[in-house]
């Protein structure tokens, strides 16, 4: 198959110890961001951004996924030896993870967590090996208007099915979109919301804006909770290990339902966070020990975990072949897909052959590498979180202050990032969902351009978003998806009511 | 204590507060958008053509979000932050806000270690308090650091204020 052959030409592409150590680094890096309160792992990869500017685009990518990985490891650190998820996505691994840490199972819980988050990578990345062609293939034939309408379907799904009042999700993603526009207008070349200030000229990146809002705002919350990091210790052993995977294949419904459930969500952009939660309250519902979730099941870390890795693999299809990253950390990884000069979408599979299947074949290595690092590195990382926070605070600080001056070299971004910063705080506490503004910062300008382009084609007729079946059904389903909430609403009223005829009459 | 547990501000006047904020900024959008042109041009849809649509939702959903909370007024009841806790986010911020202004003075290292020395230096929960030695090695071992990392291995020149025309007075007198 030429998926496989594909793929073997991306395996000796990576194959390289250079390319091995990125990976190392990498995972090591995101473990690090994961572990850390106020970073994660989309303000680890927008840190790191400007440093890849001189690395090739594979190596680059080899970088940042890995982070991206290793972030998603160091959340589950956290989450079960400090009840502190170092991720929103890893908050439903604390459930069960923290007592079983508390019952002296820390190894135990860290391994499952691990070893089902491997197996839920891999499946996310088999998904993203043999549909992604085909779904780039398929997408050919999209022009403007079809990109438009698929991009409409993006920002309506979260609009429609965010946990956050969908008016607060409107609010924050219009910021981005408005941010997006300032400088230059990409079609024309004029200057436009610049307000002739010269430090609003080069436009405001969406990368001070992630460092900001979660860098900075997080470390607010964080200081006005006064959290103190009280965490169980562990150390893991081989046989730990061995005797927690001699368990796991007895949990294997629970493993293959949250996988769907994560490779749905990552699609969709509903996001590893949203998959996290509902595989969670799955697994509870379905499991014969109910009782015991909340108190320290095992099942309770394997579903999260499982679902958490599969959704944020599976996120990386819609943004390497429709060009819609399906979380946050993948909006920002698309953001410098195009910084590097590429452009991600269906054409990216045939003019970008090398790098598509470097990325996917250097997934299936880096989880591989973050699992045996991760499970090296765990008491390492635990005694981080036990340097004071008088210490930890203002490095991280630095850290993200020096990030958002790289991006363009300007103390003016180290400004905006303080400004975001003190958004993020109140966004976050009067429940304004972040991810959305990222989003709509990352694709503000590919969106405008289709919608313009499409504009021109039917010299503004809105009717070309129904012109066709295919865009048709794009453009109905993302104003389905929009009212999704008052349609449920509407469902239930309806069903209420024949249920509550039905009782009458009998 | 009693004081510390109080509220200094309702959640609800904050919510007033930022759906002002974000209203403006959807009305700082419209008229930026308009005075690029909103209209159809030569070449199609001029430049502010669908930013002034994006300011436009803006504004609406702020407007919508701001009688959603007069609505609930009465029922809005929530704490946003308390004064003890206030008290503990502007101890963090307003160094933040010095540290921020004054990186353009004294360069990124020299304000990144006084940053991380002020903080360590203020900490007095603990119960022995830091030397000047771990002090002095903390941050300026972060500021050594970040100089080594970005600087000499990723070749990202970071602004080094007074300390970099130093170093450039230096290399010039022993040429």
């Given at each position: 198959m030429s998926e496989i052959d594909s793929l073997m030409q991306g395996m000796s592409l990576i194959m390289t110890p250079g390319h091995i150590g990125l990976m190392v680094i990498g995972v090591l890096l995101g473990i690090l961001v994961g572990v850390l309160p106020g970073l994660g792992a989309p303000n680890g990869v927008a840190l790191l951004l400007p440093l890849t500017f001189t690395m090739s685009p594979v190596s680059a990518i080899i970088l940042l996924s890995c982070m991206y990985w290793g972030a998603l490891f160091g959340g589950s650190i956290t989450s079960i030896l400090f009840n502190i998820p170092g991720e929103p996505s890893s908050v439903a691994t604390t459930f069960d993870g923290y007592p079983m840490a508390r019952q002296g199972r820390a190894?135990?819980?860290?391994?499952?967590?691990?070893?089902?988050?491997?197996?839920?990578?891999?499946?996310?990345?088999l998904l993203l090996t043999f549909l992604s062609t085909r779904i780039a293939e398929f997408a050919m034939q999209f022009s403007s208007p079809e990109f438009f309408a698929v991009y409409l379907l993006a920002f309506c799904t979260f609009i429609g099915m965010s946990k956050n009042p969908p008016l607060k999700t409107v609010v924050s993603m219009m910021i981005g979109f408005g941010m997006a526009a300032v400088g230059m207008d990409t079609v024309s070349g004029d200057l436009r919301l610049t307000f002739d200030q010269p430090w609003l000229l080069s436009g405001m990146s969406f990368e001070v804006a992630v460092i900001g809002l979660f860098g900075i705002g997080e470390i607010l919350c964080t200081v006005e909770e006064g959290l103190v990091f009280r965490g169980e210790r562990?150390?893991?052993?081989?046989?730990?290990?061995?005797?927690?995977?001699?368990?796991?294949?007895?949990?294997?419904?629970?493993l293959l339902r949250s996988t769907l459930v994560g490779c749905w969500m990552g699609i969709t952009p509903g996001g590893p966070t949203a998959a996290s939660f509902m595989s969670y309250s799955l697994a509870r519902r379905f499991s014969k020990n109910r009782e015991n979730f909340g108190k320290g099941e095992l099942e309770g870390v394997i579903a999260p975990e499982t679902a958490d890795h599969s959704a944020g693999t599976s996120a990386l299809l819609p943004m390497l072949t429709l060009g819609i990253p399906g979380s946050a950390t993948a909006a920002v990884m698309l953001g410098g897909l195009m910084i590097w000069g590429l452009h991600p979408g269906p054409t990216l599979f045939t003019e970008q052959h090398d790098f598509v299947w470097g990325l996917i074949a250097s997934m299936y290595l880096g989880n591989v590498v973050s699992l045996i690092v991760?499970?090296?590195?765990?008491?390492?990382?635990?005694?981080?979180?036990?340097?004071?926070?008088?210490?930890?605070?203002?490095?991280?600080?630095?850290?993200?202050?020096?990030?958002?001056?790289?991006?363009?070299?300007?103390?003016?971004?180290?400004?905006?990032?303080?400004v975001f910063g003190a958004l993020g705080y109140l966004f976050k506490k009067l429940g304004y969902p972040i991810a959305p503004l990222v989003l709509a910062a990352v694709l503000g300008d590919k969106a405008e351009d289709a919608f313009r382009q499409s504009m021109l084609f039917s010299n503004g007729e809105m009717g070309i978003f129904w012109s066709n079946p295919l865009v048709g059904g794009l453009t109905t389903a993302a104003l389905l998806m929009l009212f999704w909430p008052l349609i449920a609403r509407g469902i239930k009223?309806?069903?209420?009511?024949?249920?509550?005829?039905?009782e009458r009459s009998a | 204590m009693s004081t510390s547990t109080e509220t200094l501000v309702g959640s609800r006047w904050v919510e007033l507060g930022l759906a002002l904020f974000t209203a403006s900024l959807g009305a700082v959008i419209m008229y930026g958008s308009y005075e690029s042109g909103i209209g159809w041009g030569d070449a199609g849809p001029e430049p502010g053509y669908f930013p002034f649509y994006i300011g436009l939702l803006l504004t609406a959903a702020s407007v919508a979000n701001l009688l959603g909370t007069l609505f609930?007024?009465?029922?809005?009841?929530?704490?946003?932050?308390?004064?003890?806790?206030?008290?503990q986010v502007l101890k963090v911020f307003v160094p933040i806000v010095l540290f921020v202004a004054s990186m353009p003075l004294l360069g990124i290292y020299l304000s990144s270690a006084l940053f991380i020395g002020w903080f360590m230096w203020r900490d007095t929960q603990r119960e022995k308090r830091y030397g000047w030695l771990t002090i002095l090695a903390v941050a300026g071992g972060a500021a050594v650091a970040s100089y080594l990392i970005f600087a000499l291995w990723f070749k990202v020149p970071l602004d080094a204020g007074p300390l970099g025309d130093l170093a450039h007075w230096i290399k010039g007198a022993l040429k």
């Open positions: 190894a135990e819980a860290l391994t499952a967590a691990f070893t089902s988050a491997l197996l839920g990578a891999l499946v996310g990345v562990a150390r893991i052993t081989p046989m730990d290990i061995l005797r927690t995977w001699k368990k796991m294949p007895r949990y294997w419904l629970t991760v499970l090296a590195t765990v008491p390492l990382f635990a005694s981080i979180l036990r340097i004071p926070f008088s210490i930890i605070a203002p490095i991280i600080i630095m850290v993200c202050a020096i990030g958002a001056y790289s991006v363009h070299n300007s103390m003016f971004d180290v400004g905006l990032m303080l009223a309806l069903f209420n009511l024949r249920t509550r005829r039905v | 609930h007024w009465r029922r809005l009841l929530e704490p946003f932050v308390s004064r003890h806790g206030f008290a």
